[in-house]
Nanobody, 120 residues
Framework: QVHLVESGGGLVQAGGSLRLSCTAS????????LGWYRQTPGKQRELVAI???????NYADSVKGRFTISRDNAKNTVYLQMNSLKPEDTAVYYC??????????????WGQGTQVTVSS
């Protein structure tokens, strides 16, 4: 089992910045990918940014140039630096991991989510 703990959400004014963190723990042989998704009421969860073990990075078009994803392999942690925040970035942000466990099986897990609210 993999456990994800997120932190860093909060309330910020438009144009401000926040940094989200997500640390993975548990049965981890190798982390294949770590990503951030977000969801607002009544809408599907959408990809914000993802980084793979090969350092491939993808961003949603809506956040390109404003958000930066990075990871600290030693700490099994992924970060999302969010700059120039807009009210439409308001959502619950979820961390997702793609992990090969110590049993050599691949699994995906979600964090509990952290609220980001951007006021206009």
């Amino acid at each position: 089992q993999v456990h994800l703990v997120e932190s860093g959400g909060g309330l910020v004014q438009a144009g401000g910045s926040l940094r989200l963190s997500c640390t993975a723990s548990g049965s981890i042989f190798r982390i294949k990918s770590l990503g951030w998704y977000r969801q607002t009421p009544g809408k599907q969860r959408e990809l914000v940014a993802i980084i793979t073990s090969e350092e491939t990075i993808n961003y949603a078009d809506s956040v390109k140039g404003r958000f930066t994803i990075s990871r600290d392999n030693a700490k099994n942690t992924v970060y999302l630096q969010m700059n120039s925040l807009k009210p439409e970035d308001t959502a619950v942000y979820y961390c997702k991991s793609g992990v090969i466990g110590n049993d050599m099986r691949y699994r995906e897990d979600w964090g509990q989510g952290t609220q980001v609210t951007v006021s206009s």
